[in-house]
């Protein structure tokens, strides 16, 4: 620099020579090297073997579309004739692939989204709970990033929709366009690179009125949203040394875990708008357009017709009660959860709109789970017979008390004879004696299985002279006055003789 400004100075070569120092040769070169750009500098090209060999190069980086390997390509120039290095053949075939893909690269323009416009949701391997894999839905609206991590039991249409409502329902609105992947429950199939979009989506957009698209098979570019959202959820939430989380004990534990992680993601400044999602969300509620009140039934699971008889419904071979007041109607089946907090839940649709009206852990076939509140009081069986009368006999037998029932019941079932004059007998001596203890000898006598002629009334004159001696005592003992066994009193003089005895001889 001091060079070039001693010869701005003095416009010669030689004086900036004599100022700086240095001969005016130097002073010639850098001027020179000023006025043609730096072009002076570059190293001057020299042939190269390779370099009638460059066409078979491109063409073969032509036909493998960049992905030639180096080694390969010197392997085929030397059966060629090429003599050349193979760390030549490396630089050759790595400016040429630079080249290749220099006029193929894919430009991104920037999305300038707008409000209410676009939502994206895709799927994430999610963690394992009770050895079972679960699965991460992950939604994201795009102008202002708010994201939506659910876990879900898998990728069917009910737990995908039921996941799409829940995600509106928290955004407070619907969006105008929905961008997803061409998964089974979208797309059914591709004509001429056209999806044909499921019938059961097509009845769901028309319920929350939005658009469904989907992007490219096979080009995760044109819903990156989604994808970066994914990548993150699943770094954050699925075990792995890096994030030292611990396996999840149960689904309700992922479930916390999906919400805690939202609610630090939505609550942080992003990294392009600067802004938390949530705050730009209460924005963009303006231009979503409302939720439906009632959920698109599909979101409840899968149709099941309640008999007419019992209310009980079969899903995935296992049976599950449901109100008696269903009988005869259409009701939902879907599952929620996993692992040992896996349940069946039953949705039912009436004017009032979808009420959940039972909810079952895992049934096994063979097992049915049933809920006795969804049952009525049940009629008495066949094997429930209560004595019911249909003389004045036996009508004013069976007033005795239950006693008596108990007692017609044990002893028909022993086969008791004469039956009949039996009970006559019970009704004089209820006329004799006092009615409840006549009942209460029947039960004694029914438990006891005494059915003999005369055992009614040896019940009763025992039990009744027992009253007499012992008024309210429930056993029978015998006092001292009445008792025939030796006393003890004898015993107690026993040895005093002989010792009186012995004292009157020493005396004398």
Known sequence: MEILDAYDLTGSLRDAGE?????????????????????????????????????????????????????????????????????????????VKQAYRAGRVR????????????LQYDYGDGPVVDGVKTVLFVAWLAWSRFRVVLPIR?????????????????????????????????????????????????????????????????????????????????ADLVPKDTNLREAYASFAELEAAC?????????????????????????????????????????????????????????ESGQYSVPHTLLGAMVWVRVHGRGADEQVVITHVDHDGPVEVARHHRATPGTPKISEEHFPPQPEGPLERRPRPRTAAEAEFLDLGEGAALWLTEAAAAGTPRMRVKMSEALALAKLFDPVE????????????????????????HHHGRGARRPGSGEHRASE??????????????????????????TR
């Open 19 to 95: 100022l700086v120092g240095c001969s005016h040769h130097t002073v010639k070169h850098y001027v020179e090297r000023r006025a043609a750009g730096g072009v002076l500098d570059r190293a001057a090209a020299r042939p190269q073997l390779i370099d009638e060999y460059l066409p078979k190069v491109e063409e073969w980086v032509e036909r493998s579309q960049g992905k030639v390997r180096a080694d390969v390509a010197h392997e085929k120039l030397v059966a060629l004739g090429y003599t050349g290095s193979e760390r030549t053949t490396r630089r050759a075939v790595a400016t």
């Open 107 to 118: 430009v991104h323009r920037p999305w300038v989204t707008e409000p209410g416009m676009w």
């Open 154 to 234: 898998d990728k069917t249409m009910p737990s995908v929709f039921a996941a799409l409502d829940v995600a509106f329902r928290r955004l407070g609105g619907v969006p105008t366009y929905v961008l997803t992947d061409n998964e089974k429950t979208v797309t059914v199939e591709h004509i001429a690179g056209i999806p044909v979009r499921n019938p059961q989506l097509v009845a769901f957009a028309e319920h929350y009125s939005v658009v469904v698209h989907t992007c490219v098979p096979a080009d995760p570019a044109s819903k990156g949203g989604t994808e970066s959202s994914v990548k993150i959820s699943k």
């Open 259 to 315: 919400e805690a992680f939202c609610e630090k993601v939505n609550t942080r400044p992003h990294r392009i708008t600067k802004r938390p999602p949530v705050e730009m969300l209460a924005e963009e509620r303006a231009r979503l357009h409302p939720v439906p009140t009632m959920p698109h039934t599909v979101a409840f699971g899968t149709t099941r017709a309640v008999p007419a008889n019992t209310p009980m419904v079969t899903f």
């Open 438 to 461: 006549v009942d209460w000898a029947l039960g004694h006598a029914a438990v006891h299985g005494r059915f003999a002629e005369a055992d009614l009334s040896s019940i009763l004159d």
């Open 481 to 506: 006055d009445s008792s025939l066994t030796q006393g003890t009193a004898a015993w107690a003089r026993l040895g005093q003789h002989a010792a009186d005895d012995a004292g009157d001889e020493v």
